[in-house]
Nanobody, 123 residues
């Protein structure tokens, strides 16, 4: 069964850090673009970051540039999202998703989705 499972969410104070993980099972991520998305209460889901299949190219939403870093370890079949300098507006459910592709020039067409992990930024 093809699955993506997110982990690493939680409650953190403003200015704090979290690292999210997206682990794949049932398939190898080597030939997949991976994207991180988030959906805050009452808002539409938005693309946060994505990474090419090789890991050589990344893309970030303007709202997280300079604070979030996406990376991947294909040997571990896992993609990470390091989130620093967190703000209350980063509070959301974070999802990872995958599509078979090489380059991450857009966030559309994801074939597989995880169930999400909750990130809450609050004092």
């Amino acid at each position: 069964q093809l699955q993506l499972v997110e982990s690493g969410g939680g409650l953190v104070q403003p200015g704090g850090s979290l690292r999210l993980s997206c682990a794949a099972s049932g398939f190898t991520l080597d030939y997949y673009v991976i994207g991180w998305f988030r959906q805050a209460p009452g808002k539409e889901r938005e693309g946060v970051s994505c990474i090419s299949s090789s890991g050589g190219a990344t893309n970030y939403a303007d709202s997280v540039k300079g604070r979030f870093t996406i990376s991947r370890d294909n040997a571990k079949n896992t993609v990470y999202l390091q989130m620093n300098s967190l703000k209350p507006e980063d509070t959301a459910v974070y999802y990872c998703a995958a599509r078979p592709d090489y380059f991450c020039s857009h966030y559309y067409g994801m074939n597989y989705w995880g169930k999400g992990t909750v990130v809450t930024v609050s004092s």
